[in-house]
C-alpha cells in the first residue's frame, strides 16, 4: 500500500474513532502522535486531512446531506460517514490531489473497510459532489 494510501486509512480510523468515542479528532490525534513510536510517527499527511476535514467540517456535511439523496448523515454507516467526509475533503479543498484519485482511494477504503454497498454509494456520491464541487466552498 502506498504512503498516501496508509496515509488516509489512518485519518479515516482517526475521524471513525472520534466520533465513536465522542472525542475531539484533533485532541484524539494529538494523543495519538504523542503515544506514536518515533520509529513510525503520525504521518504529517494524515494530520493535514484530519485538520482540513475539520476546518471544513459543516461544509463537508452539508455537501453531503444535500447530495446524499434518501439517506441521511445519521443513517450512513459511521464509517462511510469518515471515508466520505475526507474524499470530499480531498475533492473540494486539496488541489495536487485529482478528483479520479480522490475517489478510487475512498472507494477502495469502502471495499476494505465496510458493507458490500459502501464502494458503489460513495463512488456515486463523491462523482456527485465532484461534478458540483463549486456549490460546496
Do not use: C
Not at 10 to 38: I, K
Not at 80 to 96: K, N, P, Q
Not at 109 to 137: C, E, W, Y
Amino acid at each position: 500500500m502506498a504512503a498516501r494510501s496508509k496515509a488516509r486509512k489512518r485519518a479515516v480510523d482517526l475521524l471513525f474513532e472520534a466520533e465513536q468515542r465522542g472525542l475531539n479528532v484533533e485532541a484524539l490525534m494529538g494523543t495519538r502522535r504523542a503515544e506514536a513510536d518515533p520509529q513510525v510517527p503520525v504521518p504529517q499527511f494524515t494530520v493535514d486531512l484530519v485538520e482540513g476535514v475539520v476546518a471544513h467540517w459543516a461544509s463537508i456535511n452539508d455537501a453531503l446531506s444535500a447530495w446524499s439523496q434518501g439517506w441521511s448523515l445519521e443513517r450512513m454507516p459511521a464509517v462511510d460517514r469518515a471515508i466520505l467526509r475526507l474524499g470530499v475533503y480531498e475533492i473540494v479543498w486539496v488541489e495536487d490531489v485529482p478528483d479520479a484519485v480522490a475517489i478510487s482511494e475512498a472507494v477502495n477504503l469502502a471495499s476494505h473497510l465496510s458493507t458490500d454497498d459502501s464502494p458503489n454509494f460513495v463512488s456515486g456520491l463523491l462523482t456527485r459532489i465532484s461534478q458540483m464541487k463549486a456549490t460546496v466552498v
